[in-house]
């Protein structure tokens, strides 16, 4: 009969008040039991249903501020493994709303917002191996709720779905949070290999899509009972390609060192198959060539860091430079304009007589489709500006435009081209947010 019955509540155990009165004996033990001095003494209290006070002390031995030099939990090792397995499958389920009761539910979920208790639970987690337990967790009970029948069913499977992606979502919460996992993952490994293996881990957690789409099946799971989705941009493919972007951009400004640098350029480069890179791409415009004191080679060695990607991102770059700054501008307009040199001064920086990027541009300019189809003639008075400067390239430029202009079967199609051009540029704008 024991297999039949099912919980039908949850009781935390609270956090206790300074001025409770408490028997001397059990003072005594509860003080025994905060003691943690090893990572076996905060295996042995998160596997025995600690109290709070035994929980925070647990969690500060096991975060920077007090763990032991012998013991990283960030570091791959069995005895780390271990705890990680109870924090998320014990600790995280019976204590994540307890510890996060200090801050409004009205808030979305950020680690700015979570308590001081909750973050050294963060702290711990916010990790390579962590974060792929938390997803391989939501991934388990996911799963466990499809296959469940409506007779057999856990009635806490919507609870547990809703604080796991909560705290998914301040996991991976800020714009430089990427970067603080990727240091936490291989600050503590003494040899390249394995800070490779964690930094691949990584890309594939972050760039695969494997988040937004677990996390979108447990959001509608939670959905079916009518309750509030929590982390909501976990499972909206703009919104986090937009943190993808803004995480970036705030790398790219530290001084990376090579396999930093290769880092962040392969979250990048992998991140623009998630979907959205117009999105993407506008973000890390906006922050490292259009923002106050931004450094257009920065965005070149970051951005253009490959030559297999540099086509995709000049040409995404000159859609949105034309849409966000010359699309106004007329056919007619031939005296010079600010805006049209400005532009070409941004362009003259990414591709810093790159002979690879002027090819791109080059090929831009007499792609049989029209150069910038659609857009406004602002942007071609801006690559050729850029253009000009170099004489062969020019020269190049104006011989295969001649024999552009020379094809016969090109003349007869070109107006059909450019008149479609037009008229899609008056139904339709930049997808970028």
């Not at 990414?350 to 659609?374: E, F």
């Amino acid at each position: 009969m024991d297999e039949l019955l099912t919980p039908v509540s949850t009781t935390y155990l609270r956090k206790r008040e300074d001025g409770e009165p408490l028997m001397a004996t059990k003072t005594t033990e509860l003080s025994n039991l905060s003691k943690v001095l090893s990572a076996d003494d905060a295996l042995s209290v998160l596997k025995s249903q600690p109290d709070y006070d035994s929980l925070i002390s647990a969690l500060r031995f096991l975060t920077k501020e007090e763990a032991s030099s012998e013991f990283n939990i960030h570091v791959p090792s069995p005895k780390s493994a271990a705890i990680i397995h109870v924090l998320v499958s014990e600790i995280v389920p019976n204590y994540w709303t307890l510890l996060q009761q200090e801050y409004s539910i009205k808030e979305p979920a950020s680690l700015a917002s979570a308590s001081a208790d909750a973050v050294g639970l963060v702290s711990s987690l916010q990790s390579v191996a962590g974060i792929n337990a938390v997803v391989g967790h939501i991934k388990a009970l996911v799963q466990e709720s499809k296959f469940a029948t409506k007779h057999v069913k856990r009635p806490d499977i919507n609870l547990h779905l809703d604080i796991f992606l909560d705290l998914l979502s301040v996991l991976l919460d800020g714009d430089d949070s990427i970067r603080r996992i990727w240091q936490s993952s291989t600050a503590g490994l003494a040899d390249a290999v394995s800070r490779k293996i964690q930094s691949q881990t990584l890309l594939s957690l972050v760039t695969s899509g494997r988040i937004i789409s677990i996390s979108a099946e447990a959001s509608e799971i939670i959905a079916k009972e009518g309750n509030p989705i929590p982390g909501r941009w976990l499972v909206d493919g703009v919104e986090y390609s937009k943190w993808i972007g803004r995480n970036i951009a705030t790398w790219a400004k530290v001084q990376l060192e090579a396999a930093e640098l290769q880092t962040c350029f392969e979250v990048f480069q992998r991140s623009l198959s998630l979907g959205y890179p117009e999105t993407l791409l506008t973000i890390v415009i906006d922050q490292l060539l259009l923002s106050r004191g931004a450094s257009s080679g920065l965005f070149s060695k970051v951005c253009l860091h490959q030559p297999q990607t540099s086509k995709k991102v000049i040409y995404i770059l000159l859609e949105y430079l034309s849409q966000k700054f010359l699309n106004h501008l007329e056919l007619e307009d031939a005296k010079p304009i600010e805006e049209v040199s400005a532009v070409a001064g941004v362009i003259d920086g990414v591709i810093q007589n790159d002979a690879g990027r002027k090819t791109h541009l080059l090929n831009w300019c007499c792609s049989p489709s029209g150069a910038g189809l659609g857009d406004g003639v602002g942007i071609r008075r801006a690559v050729v500006t850029v253009l000009a400067k170099d004489k062969e390239t020019i020269t190049s430029l104006l011989e295969k435009s001649l024999n552009q202009f020379g094809d016969q079967l090109y003349i007869k199609h070109t107006a059909i081209l450019q008149q479609e051009g037009e008229d899609n540029k008056n139904h339709t704008e930049f997808k970028a947010r």
